[in-house]
Structures are given as structure tokens and as C-alpha cells.
């Protein structure tokens, strides 16, 4: 069945380095691919998306490249911030009715000044 | 107000005993989803909703059961809790405008 599987934390950086957190997947056609965001005691927020391959969703300085030949979502960023760390989710919507997202495990990053 | 209030946010309960967690949105999303959370493994669907009539079991849905008493609710119980059904659990609409979820639910059986 469809899967998602991310990079384990945590992923402990400085403010101001570079960030990368990676996410493959394996589906049935082209899903739609998401990264959300869940910082202490709140729920999930969207973070960025992309629907089609090449697309490259965008947010908050964040980045991810919808890459069908490898079948990947990356996360990017080019400079962290303290108020970054947070558990960052990728996720997959299978083109099917159901609307259901399927998750990957979650990367704890922590962000130290 | 919230778009996806969950109620209660946190609840400890003894094994064995029944419990209901509740969920409301404010969204006017047909699809309704709970989802459980636990360290190293993500988000697990249990149950998902698409109107009242259509309830539609998820990867994890033993042990649980649901009520769509309405679109705008959604309720998620468990029938006799057990100490391995301890974890977070989220509720979540979807619509043209993508997901939206709840602040959770901190759920602890003993």
C-alpha cells in the first residue's frame, strides 16, 4: 500500500543553519504531497504542498520539490530559527475519493540559539 | 472560536471504563477523520466520515467506534479502554481548502 517514510530525529541545528529533512514515498500513481507542521501542545498546521511533479511548494522560508524520477518531497531551508523547532510531518493524498492523508513518523527538529 | 474544537483536551481513565471523545467544526466539511498519534509513528487513521450517512473504517480501527450525529460533529469512543490505546488523538475536517485539525486530545488509560 501506499507508504511514507521520513528521516528520524532529532534533528538538533544552531539558528541560522541549513536544513534538510527527507521524505520518500511510495504510492499507486501521483498523490498529492504535503509537509505539516506541529509545534509543542498544538495541533497539525499545512506547511506547504505540491499536487503534480516539479511543483515546489513554499512557505515561511521552508521549500520542498515534488520529485517524481526519485520519488521524493525534501524539506528545505536555508536558515533556521529558534521558533522553527517544532515536529515536521510529511504526508501523501493518494489520488483516490477518500481525501485520507497517510503520514510519515514525524522529525523532531530542535533549534538552539 | 476554533474551527475544530475537541473535547476534553486531556482525560485520564481506568481500563475497562467507556469513554467518548467529541469533535465539532465550524468549517461546514462534509469529511470528518480521527486520527491517533504516537511517539515514532505518525498519524494512524481510525475512522473517517464523508457525510452522516457514510462512516468508513480506517488502518486502526479495532477497539473503537464513531457517531456523525451531525456535519458539524463527529465523535470518536472507546467502547472498554486499555492501557495501549494511551495517545494523542486528533480530529480533522477536509474540504476544497485542504485539512484542518483539532488541538488534540491527550487521552492516558491506566
Known amino acids: 500500500g501506499d507508504s511514507v517514510t521520513q528521516m528520524e530525529g532529532p534533528v538538533t541545528l544552531s539558528e541560522e543553519a541549513c536544513l534538510t529533512i527527507?521524505?520518500?514515498?511510495?504510492?499507486?500513481?501521483?498523490?498529492?504531497l504535503f509537509w505539516y507542521v506541529q509545534y509543542p501542545g498544538e495541533g497539525l498546521q499545512l506547511l506547504l504542498k505540491?499536487?503534480?511533479?516539479?511543483d515546489k511548494g513554499s512557505n515561511k522560508g521552508f521549500e520542498a520539490t515534488y520529485r517524481k524520477e526519485t520519488t521524493s518531497f525534501h524539506l528545505e531551508k536555508g536558515s533556521v530559527q529558534v521558533s522553527d523547532s517544532a515536529v515536521y510531518f510529511c504526508?501523501?493524498?493518494?489520488?483516490?475519493?477518500?481525501?485520507?492523508?497517510?503520514f510519515g513518523t514525524g522529525t523532531r527538529l530542535q533549534v538552539f540559539p | 472560536d476554533a474551527d475544530v474544537t475537541q473535547t476534553p483536551r486531556n482525560r485520564i481513565t481506568k481500563t475497562g471504563k467507556r469513554i467518548m471523545l467529541e469533535c465539532s467544526q465550524t468549517?461546514?466539511?462534509?469529511?470528518m477523520y480521527w486520527y491517533r498519534q504516537d511517539p515514532g509513528l505518525g498519524l494512524q487513521l481510525i475512522y473517517y466520515?464523508?457525510?452522516?450517512?457514510?462512516?468508513n473504517k480506517g488502518e486502526i480501527s479495532d477497539g473503537y467506534s464513531v457517531s456523525r450525529q451531525a456535519q458539524a460533529k463527529f465523535s470518536l469512543s472507546l467502547e472498554s479502554a486499555i492501557p495501549n490505546q494511551t495517545a494523542l488523538y486528533f480530529c480533522?475536517?477536509?474540504?476544497?481548502?485542504?485539512?484542518?485539525f483539532g488541538s488534540g486530545t491527550r487521552l492516558t488509560v491506566v
Open positions: 504526508a501523501l493524498r493518494p489520488r483516490d475519493n477518500t481525501d485520507k492523508l497517510i
Open positions: 505540491a499536487t503534480k511533479a516539479d
Open positions: 468549517k461546514g466539511h462534509d469529511r
Open positions: 480533522a475536517t477536509s474540504g476544497d481548502d485542504g485539512y484542518t
Open positions: 466520515s464523508f457525510d452522516v450517512k457514510d462512516i
Open positions: 527527507n521524505c520518500t514515498y511510495t504510492a499507486t500513481g501521483y498523490p498529492s
